[in-house]
């Protein structure tokens, strides 16, 4: 079956820090691959996404690429901010459309301090 | 991006009781409706998911009887606990999905549940 595994946080990191979250999975098939963010009281965001391998997605100075022949999709930014604080969870979907159904990681906590 | 509503928050409840969360699309009409749960440090676990105006489909080991869906309309759906008990006390999220697949996937903020 489908499984992800993200590093386990929290990940405690000083503003402008570089930041990488490792996220790898296992699938069957050729799985779209996401990185959700959750801010405290709210619900999870799409944060990016990637459908085919060396794809690299991005948004809001976050990068992910899918690599296929490391079955790994790590969410990296150069510089993060106090802001960026949340709980990422790396996800997979292994069918389209209506059909599909995510899998997620165990989410890892970054904290940002000034 | 679009909202996705839960209500309660946060609910206690005693042993035995039933508990009934809502969960609303309000801004867009969801073609289906997923309903999660999250233990401290894990993922989210697949409960079910449901189309309107059909039944739920239950990931295997979820107790259909113990958790009941409804999904009435194309922007509500509800999740009963019923006769509660403290082994269901979680973080419960629904999540709501348009026609075009996991791009068009919004999550709820969650209701957390305690069972006394």
């Known amino acids: 079956g489908n499984s992800v595994t993200q590093m386990e946080g929290p990940v405690t990191l000083s503003e402008e820090a570089f930041l990488t979250i490792n996220c790898t999975y296992t699938a069957t098939g050729y799985p779209s691959l996401f990185w959700y963010v959750q801010y405290p009281g709210e619900g999870l965001q799409l944060l990016l996404k990637?459908?085919?391998?060396?794809d690299k997605g991005s948004n809001k100075g976050f990068e992910a690429t899918y690599r296929k022949e490391t079955t790994s999709f790590h969410l990296e930014k150069g510089s993060v901010q106090v802001s960026d604080s949340a709980v990422y969870f790396c996800?997979?979907?292994?069918?389209?459309?209506?059909?599909?159904?995510?899998?997620f990681g165990t989410g890892t906590r970054l904290q940002v301090t000034l | 991006g679009a909202v996705v509503s839960q209500h309660p928050s946060w609910v206690i409840c005693k042993s035995g009781t039933s508990v009934k969360i809502e969960c609303r699309s309000l801004?867009?009409?969801?073609?289906?409706m997923f309903w999660y749960r999250q233990f401290p440090k894990q993922s989210l676990m697949l409960m079910a998911t449901s189309n309107e105006g059909s039944k739920a489909t239950y990931e295997q080991g979820v107790e259909k009887d113990k958790f009941l869906i409804n999904h009435a309309s194309l922007t509500l759906s509800t999740l009963t606990v019923t006769s509660a008990h403290p082994e269901d006390s979680s973080f419960y999220i629904c999540?709501?999905?348009?026609?075009?697949?996991?791009?068009?996937?919004?999550f709820g903020p969650g209701t957390r549940l305690l069972v006394l």
């Open positions: 999540s709501a999905r348009g026609d075009r697949g996991p791009e068009t996937q919004y």
């Open positions: 990637a459908t085919k391998a060396d």
């Open positions: 996800a997979l979907t292994s069918n389209t459309g209506t059909a599909s159904k995510l899998t």
């Open positions: 801004d867009f009409q969801a073609t289906t």
